[in-house]
């Protein structure tokens, strides 16, 4: 290459250099960055949180149902008919009887025996906000997977337009040899088109990709919970690739553990059991004590003294037990079996599908590793073809053609690895989430915080 033709290229490479503004460090957000303000922020994660805490709220109402209740009451009555004070207490007592009466009561009631009713609502309550909890911990941990899949997504999506305009501005700084040749009359004006061409083509890709990455930063923003008055995040570098164990079977026997969808699925099988419980247990009687302490008054009038005032208490204990129900308690006993049935079947479901689930991302995790190695020999091999086609042809060896397929073929040898480095983090954050352990702590206890 010719001297004007280096001044040409630099000044090319420069001036694109300088059309590029990066952001500054401190803008740039870290992959633990990114996962902390979506768990603080993110709506649905909030959506999560306020369900779990009505399960724990709706579960503390259903307890107290076991306990005494103390209730107050008290209301006026005005009649044309005049109404007794209180009722008699003996024969030949003298009654009171008045148009406006007042009175209030205290009333407390002891549940006695319920047939197990009681008990089995609260457990089942109990199971309802343990399930919500593990529901809650499996939207975080879908939050974070997606949230690094975002993160990962810009990054590997930063490096494929490093790629392609590295890939244009040798392209450019080629254009500008086959200018300088063509004058001299080395080479013929079509092989200067020929690159005219191509650097079109790789502009329009490089128009794509910054398109294609302004969209996943987009998401990444909703992710975090952003609206459209903040500044889209700019991303750092990407962790290092978690570890994964070469024992899949370790690793289903992990996530059967540690999986809070297998967790939630067996609290809700055993909840369809409680409510099974609650359901026969109506066969039973309920029996309740109660106490009532009631005041009575009449009205007085307007500046007068209180003509009459009675107070009086009572109490017993109550039997309920339902003789006949002409089939509706068989029916919702029958209904609350196959609830049961239903609930043991989908929580086997799930057993299987996070045992698949598991294999799956294992196997995707190793092919990914393979992939990883291939495309970086690729990428060797592409950019040493690329410089021996460049130098065959400015020595006059080689056609132009040999050298744009060089330049492409490095060029799609670039991009295929950028893909595989962000495929083969990913899979070992998909692996590490499929056996249920905490994505978010591991990777910022092993530099998450990395820029």
């Known amino acids: 290459m010719s001297l004007p033709s280096r001044l040409a290229a630099v000044l090319i490479i420069l001036a694109a250099a300088a059309g590029a503004t990066p952001p500054t460090a401190e803008h740039v957000l870290s992959l633990a960055d990114c996962v902390r303000e979506a768990l603080a922020a993110n709506p649905e994660l909030g959506a999560a949180l306020t369900r779990a805490e009505a399960a724990d709220a709706a579960a503390a109402a259903t307890a107290a ?3 005494p209740r103390l209730d107050l009451t008290a209301g006026y009555l005005y009649s044309e008919r005049a109404q007794r004070l209180v009722q008699p207490s003996f024969q030949g007592e003298v009654l009171r009887y008045d148009n406006d009466i007042a009175e209030a009561a205290v009333e407390v009631r002891v549940p006695l025996y319920a047939g197990g009713r009681l008990v089995a609502r609260t457990r089942a309550a109990e199971l309802t906000a343990a399930a ?4 809650l911990a499996s939207t975080r941990q879908d939050l974070v997977l997606n949230v690094i899949a975002a993160y990962l997504a810009a990054v590997e999506q930063r490096a494929a337009i490093e790629a392609v305009q590295g890939s244009l501005d040798a392209l450019d700084a080629q254009l500008a040899v086959a200018r300088t040749m063509e004058e ?3 080479i013929p004006p079509l092989d200067r088109l020929k690159v005219e061409v191509r650097a ?4 329009q890709r490089l128009s794509r990709a910054r398109r294609d990455r302004e969209l996943i930063l987009h998401h990444l923003a909703t992710l975090l919970g952003r609206g459209p008055e903040r500044a889209t995040p700019e991303v750092g570098e990407a962790p290092a690739p978690l570890p994964v ?3 899949p079977d370790a690793l289903v ?7 809070p969808e297998i967790g939630a699925a067996r609290h809700d099988a055993n909840r369809a059991r409680e409510e099974l419980a609650v359901t026969a247990g109506e066969r039973w009687p309920a029996i309740d004590a109660y106490a009532r302490y009631t005041a ?3 009205a007085p009038p307007e500046g007068g003294a209180l003509p009459g005032h009675a107070e009086y208490g009572s109490g017993g204990v109550s039997l309920k037990l339902p003789l006949w129900t002409g089939g509706e308690l068989g029916a919702r006993i029958a209904q609350a079996r196959a ?5 043991e079947h989908r929580a086997r479901a799930v057993e299987l599908r996070i045992t698949e689930e598991v294999r799956r991302e294992f196997a995707g995790h190793a092919e990914a590793v393979e992939r990883e190695e291939v495309a970086k020999r690729a990428l060797e091999q592409a950019r040493d073809a690329f410089a021996i086609e460049r130098a065959n042809y400015e020595l006059g060896r080689s056609a132009i053609n040999d050298v744009l397929d060089a330049q492409a073929a490095l060029l799609e040898a670039e991009l295929a690895h950028a893909q595989a480095g962000h495929d083969l983090a990913l899979a070992g954050v998909a692996v590490a989430r499929a056996a249920g352990r905490d994505v978010a702590a591991l990777l910022v206890g092993r530099g998450g915080d990395r820029r």
């Not at 026997?253 to 999986?259: H, I, Q, T, W």
């Open 200 to 203: 079109a083509a790789v502009r």
């Open 339 to 343: 609830r049961l049935a239903e609930a």
């Open 132 to 135: 919500s909890h593990l529901a």
């Open 184 to 186: 001299v009359g080395r």
């Open 65 to 67: 149902g076991r306990l």
């Open 245 to 247: 164990d070469n024992d």
């Open 253 to 259: 026997a992990e996530a059967l553990v540690s999986r």
């Open 296 to 298: 009575r008054s009449v």
